[in-house]
């Protein structure tokens, strides 16, 4: 069983930058694969960005492409999430997830989740 737990939400201001972390425990993350997703209020949860377990594969999200940076450290079993040039329409509660294998943006291929971090871009 992996446990994720999510730091670093808050508000800001448009154009601001944020760094969330997410620590895994329970048992190693070294061999998932780790992605972001988010959820805005009345919508559904969308894909953000991932990285493989070797860190040879990046995928991000077309919306946050060239202002997002996701990183791990195997070593510390964390990811981190690198936010810049937020925008309003970047609000939203942002999930940590942990997948065996599958679609890297497809949150049906994520077995373990975090509880969330709220993100509050205003304008």
């Known amino acids: 069983q992996v446990q994720l737990v999510e730091s670093g939400g808050g508000l800001v201001q448009a154009g601001g930058s944020l760094r969330l972390s997410c620590a895994a425990s329970g048992r190693t993350v070294s061999s998932f694969t780790m992605g972001w997703f988010r959820q805005a209020p009345g919508k559904e949860r969308e894909f953000v960005a991932a990285?493989?377990?070797?860190?040879?594969?990046?995928s991000y999200a077309d919306s946050v492409k060239g202002r997002f940076t996701i990183s791990r450290d195997n070593a510390k079993d964390a990811v981190y999430l690198q936010m810049n040039s937020l925008k309003p329409e970047d609000t939203a509660v942002y999930y940590c997830?942990?997948?065996?294998?599958?679609?890297?943006?497809?949150?049906?291929?994520?077995?373990?989740w975090g509880q969330g971090t709220q993100v509050t871009v205003s304008s």
């Open positions: 990285k493989s377990w070797n860190a040879g594969t990046t």
């Open positions: 997830a942990a997948s065996l294998g599958g679609s890297r943006n497809w949150y049906g291929s994520y077995n373990y």
